[in-house]
Structures are given as C-alpha cells and as structure tokens.
C-alpha cells in the first residue's frame, strides 16, 4: 500500500527555489475570490484605519497626563485622563469591529475557495487521478484553505495594521524628537536584512512541510480507504511505518522551519529592543538636562515601542503569507490543472430523443499510466438502438475500456466514438451521460441510507420508484429486513452490505435512472446462484427497448444477448451469436468450453 517513495521529499525542487518575489505574487490569485466581497473589504479597512489612528493617538494623551501630574487645577488632569479613556474605550470598539469584519471576509473567501476547487476536481477524468493521490487533493482542499483562512483573517489585518503603525509612528517620532528618531532608524537595516535572509530559506521550508503535509494525508488516505486488504494481509505494521516515516519527515520540516522562525524572532526582537534601550538612555539624559520634557519622552518611548513592534510582527507574519503563497500556489496548480478530457467551447446537443446508437470509428486507445500498450486497437463498431450487445474476453483485452471510452472518461488518441450519429467529444460530457445508465463491477455505495443510494440514479424520484427499482433488482427483501428498512444506514462504502448487497443496489440504481443507455460491467459478479437469477431476469426486462452493453467473464450470462463482441488484446477478433461462436471455434469456444463443458464435468 505504501507505494510513495519517502527516500525524498515530494516537493519539487524547482519549485521550492523560486525567487521569493515571485512566489509572493502568487497571493494575487486569491483577488478574484475577494473581489465580490468589495464592501465588506472596505469596511474592514475603515475600521482597520480607525484602529490604527486612535493607537497612535493614544501616546499624545499619556503625554499630556504625564506632564500635568502636578497641575495645579486637577479639572485639566481629569479631562486629559477621560480624554485617554474615550481614546481607549474607541480603540477596544474599532478592534472588535475589525476582528469582525476581517474574520468574516476569511471565512467567506476561503469558502468560496473551497467550493471553486471541489467543484473542479470532482469534474476532472479518470486520467488526473492517474497523475495525484486523491488524499493529496483533500489535503490541498482542507489543509492549504485553513492556512489561507487564517492569513486573511488575521495575518494580512494586522500586517496592514502594523504598516500604518509603523510609518505612523515613524512620522510621529519625527515629529516629537528627530534626534532620537535618527539613532532609532539608524537600527533599521539590523532588522531588515534578517528578515530578507531567513525569510527566503523560510519559504523554502514551508513548501517542503506542506508537501509533506499533504504526502501524510494521501499515505493515510490509500491505506484506509482499503483497511480490510491490509489486515487480511497483515500488512498493518509495514503501513504504520510508511505513515511514520512521512508523518515524522513532515515534521522535521516544520521543526527547521519553527527554528529557522525562532532564530529571525529572536534576531529581530534583541536589535529592537537594543534600539530601545539606547533611546530611553539618551532620552533620559535630556529630560535631565531640561531639552526634553518626561512626557515628551514617554511619548517618543511609546512610539517606539509601537513602531518596534510593527517590525516585529511584520516579521512573525512574514513567514505566515510566506506559507500562505506556498499555500495558493498548490491550490492554483489545482484550478488551472488541464485535463485531457474537456467539454468543447460550443457543445453540439444530443438528438431527441434519444436512441442509444453507439459507434466506434477506429478507434485506438492507450491508457495515459501505459502509454506503449494499446488497449483497444483500431476498434470498429456499430450497435444499433435497442441491441443488447455483450464483451467477452480474457482479463485486460480491452471490455472495461469500452465501457470507459463510451462514458467519455477517457479520449481515444485515434478514432472517434458517436452516439446517436454526434460524436461524444463534440457534447458536453453531462448532456449525454445523463441518458446512461452504469452498473460498474465493483459498486460505489455512498455513506447514507439504502433509500438515498438508489435514489442517487435519479433524485427527484418518489419512495415509490426506489422501492419498485429495488424490487427489480431482487433488493427489495433485504433492505426491507435491515433495523430501519429503506432508511438504514449502510456505513462508508456499505460496510454494513454483503458484495451481492451492494451490486444488488448498484443495479437498483441504474433501473431507477431510466435511461435509453444501460452499461453492464460484470454486473453479476457478486451474486449468488439464486440472487443472480432473479436479477438476470431484472436486468433482461430492463433491457427491453433500451440499448444494452454487457461485460461479463461467465459467459452464462451472454448466451441471451443478441450479439456478443469477443475481444482480444485490445482487438476484436469475433462476433455473433452464442451458438455461432461456439461452431465457429476459436476464442471465444475455448471460453465456453472451459466454463460450460469442464465445469459440468466438475460437478
């Protein structure tokens, strides 16, 4: 199960050593998910910079209460310290509007995000999935927006706060003391240039966590997602140390990138706060020498606290939009992924109605995973409406692909494949897929009650059509006898059903779509002599009138069809009937004979 390679990092290394300029660009791509939200982001910014006005207002009204504490009318103290308390009770206002205002908008873009890159990888082919683990995608969508959601409701806020501090404060500084404001700038480049040296090795550090991150949750995802085959195989401990193995590689990427973090902090906050120290020194030398008033350097004190303190935070969320960047990169990677299988800019629509005449033109296919292997090759056919045709053949020569290359999962690299005389590359995949109808070989069941699995061929059917499709399908009795009938639950992929259970609800489903269309990929498989027998005839009344396409190793469950295709490494090599077949010799009389001849002499 632990097929990932864990010698290196997923990451790419191209990728990592980006120039941090660009990297940093890659924020731009979350605008068009803020750009509806315009109101709500002006809002936040009025309240924003309300917040930091009144912050540097603040320092002016300690001035004034410092220098008159011994004023000789105590009504001039009182107005100043009420004036200090209205300045704080305005900032405790403006910050809780803010904070509002600021997280709402996170939570709304990041949604959006969220729902924009579900709604792309949920349409995306068979042959993307060929190319990314889909736990790595969950990871990108739960993992990377969080991330996302906590830069743009916090991080960028106080990042935009802080610059208005910082150069407000600046300005202020200035203003009060430009002595001590040219010792203070004269630190500057001892805080910057760490910031700018460790900040790019930061970013580097953050995409390999990331990765890692994301390699965890597809490790993870694979194994669960076939928990039963690894304890039938007793492979629990090898999987327990494949997870380990990138669960801990992820985490020696966040161990240096905490450290590579602290060491900035700490670099950052000494020069600061060494500056500081320097200021309050000479500033308390001219207050004792009478060019300075107390309040005067308290005041210029104040201002450069808060200043040092915008670097300083600036700084910590530095490293946060660096994350952030790394962040939106992989989910863009995700919404500008091109697939190989798209719907034309100006779909041509399906005749009505709908026959259900399926042609194959020459058709060649080679999966994208095996490109030097044809899997079908040079394939003609043409089933007319109504027909019921069957695939027989040996494993891998090609019955499943045709019932892939028919519901446009995947396209054929020669050849073309039409329903109803229009060919499928020429529709949009959901116009036609709309009127068929899968019963795959191994059923998808979903987390929810037996009633909404059937339901999920065609939603807007009644209780009534559910059950009358599960009575089709020989499910009737079953589900009826489960703790709450048609509104048990089954669990995550129907754990609580048998494999006939669950096939039997896979074809409940179809019978319930309705369509002219009906693709049958070993639909029987699982099913026992008697069940079998009672959904063959189900699935012989569905097949009345409707175009049908069986694959099926038991050849018993051909013999009806009335033409059955034998395919052969991707070639085929035979039609006709059952009985043609059988008297013409070759392949397909080989199967017969095996299956029929030698398992009666078994028995």
Known sequence: MARM???????NTAEEEREKSKNMRALSALWPFMAPYKLLMAAAGAALVLTAM??????????????????EESAILDLYFAAALGIAALLAVGTGLRYALVTRLGERVVADIRKAVFDRVIGMSPAFYERIMTGEVLSRITTDTTLIQSVLGSSVSIALRNILIFFGGLVLMMLTSPKLTGLALLLVPAVIVPILVLGRRLRVLSRENQDWIAASSGNASEALGAVQTVQAFTHEAENRAAFGDVTERSFDAARRRIWTRALMTVIVIFMVFTGIVGILWMGANAVRSGDMTVGTLVQFLIYSIMVAGGVAALSEIWGELQRAAGATERLVELLESVDSVS??????????????????????????????????????LDIAPGETVAFVGPSGAGKTTIIQLILRFYDPIAGRILMDGVDLADMARDQFRRHIALVPQDPVIFATTARENIRFGRPEATDAEVEAAAKAAAAHEFIAALPDGYDSYVGERGVMLSGGQKQRIAIARAILRDAPVLLLDEATSALDAESERAVQQAVDELSEGRTTLIVAHRLATVKKADRIVVLDQGRVVATGSHDALVAEGGLYARLARLQFTDGIAAE
């Open 5 to 11: 390679d864990t010698a290196a990092p997923p990451a």
């Open 54 to 71: 009144v912050s540097l207002a603040l320092p002016m009204a300690v001035r004034r209460v410092v220098d008159n504490f011994e004023a």
């Open 343 to 380: 719907d034309p800019a100006a779909p041509v629509a399906l005749p009505a109605p709908v026959r259900g005449q399926i042609t194959f033109e020459n058709v060649t296919f080679r999966y994208p995973s095996r490109p030097k292997v044809a899997a079908l090759d040079d394939v003609s």
